[in-house]
């Protein structure tokens, strides 16, 4: 499941340049796996291609779309909304893929009522009713870490099973609720391991 997102970004720029077919060969390539491995993958779909040809790009898109969900569309909150609340507020590639951002909350009272590209800021204590009333189905949080878990309490009760986390914090939900986490100083942490070890020679033999 966790490759299907990027075979689905291959095809995307693959059909962006009308290109009507593609082999398991160079979709692995774009998608930093190996042939054997797309062959794999996409056969659980039914997706088997044809020799020679290659995958039908519009077929393969539409069938990895099925499967991903993003065939239907999905109200989004976006709790928290600092700098990187903002940024993620402000990105338009969540609505070209089916994630449509309806509410922005925050705890802050003097952000209430200021306006994220079409959307106002909403307090936090209305987050019960915006759940309920735009069927919430996911939400991204982007609180500092010492709110994050309170939040995710709130999001909890107020009946959201998805959430995706900003927050530098390791979060706890109960069983049934989707969680993933997206900590940007982890990932910065281990490009800095891996850029170390390339700055040091190679010890010499004895």
Same mark, same amino acid.
């Not at 077919?21 to 390539?29: D, F, G, N, P």
């Not at 925050?106 to 009522?113: F, K, Q, S």
């Given at each position: 499941?966790?490759?299907?997102?990027?075979?689905?970004?291959?095809?995307?720029?693959?059909?962006?340049?009308?290109?009507?077919?593609?082999?398991?060969?160079?979709?692995?390539?774009?998608?930093?796996?190996?042939?054997?491995?797309?062959?794999?993958?996409?056969?659980? $779909?039914?997706?088997?291609?044809?020799?020679? *040809? @290659?995958?039908? %790009?519009?077929? =393969?898109?539409? #069938?990895?779309?099925?499967? &991903?969900?993003?065939?239907?569309?999905?109200?989004?909150?976006?709790?928290?909304?600092?700098?990187?609340?903002?940024?993620?507020?402000?990105?338009?590639?969540?609505?070209?893929?089916?994630?449509?951002?309806?509410? $922005?909350?925050?705890?802050?009272?003097?952000? *209430? @009522?200021?306006? %994220?590209?079409? =959307?106002?800021? #909403?307090?936090?204590?209305? &987050?019960?009713?915006?759940?309920?009333?735009?069927?919430?189905?996911?939400?991204?949080?982007?609180?500092?870490?010492?709110?994050?878990?309170?939040?995710?309490?709130?999001?909890?009760?107020?009946?959201?099973?998805?959430?995706?986390?900003?927050?530098?914090?390791?979060?706890?939900?109960?069983?049934?609720?989707?969680?993933?986490?997206?900590?940007?100083?982890?990932?910065?942490?281990?490009?800095?391991?891996?850029?170390?070890?390339?700055?040091?020679?190679?010890?010499?033999?004895?």
């Amino acid at each position: 499941m966790a490759r299907l997102p990027l075979y689905y970004r291959a095809l995307l720029d693959t059909a962006e340049r009308q290109v009507a077919t593609i082999s398991s060969e160079r979709l692995a390539e774009l998608a930093g796996v190996n042939a054997a491995k797309v062959r794999k993958d996409l056969s659980y $779909l039914g997706s088997y291609g044809t020799r020679g *040809v @290659g995958y039908d %790009v519009e077929y =393969l898109l539409h #069938e990895i779309s099925r499967e &991903l969900g993003l065939t239907r569309d999905w109200p989004v909150v976006i709790v928290g909304i600092g700098n990187l609340g903002r940024a993620l507020a402000n990105y338009r590639g969540f609505g070209a893929r089916g994630f449509r951002v309806v509410a $922005l909350v925050d705890a802050d009272p003097a952000l *209430v @009522g200021k306006r %994220v590209g079409e =959307l106002a800021i #909403e307090p936090i204590d209305d &987050l019960d009713r915006i759940v309920a009333e735009r069927q919430i189905a996911i939400a991204i949080l982007a609180t500092p870490a010492p709110a994050a878990q309170e939040v995710a309490d709130r999001l909890v009760a107020a009946g959201v099973r998805s959430i995706l986390n900003f927050a530098p914090a390791v979060l706890t939900v109960p069983d049934g609720v989707s969680l993933r986490k997206v900590d940007l100083a982890i990932e910065l942490q281990i490009l800095s391991f891996y850029q170390l070890r390339r700055n040091v020679p190679a010890a010499s033999s004895p």
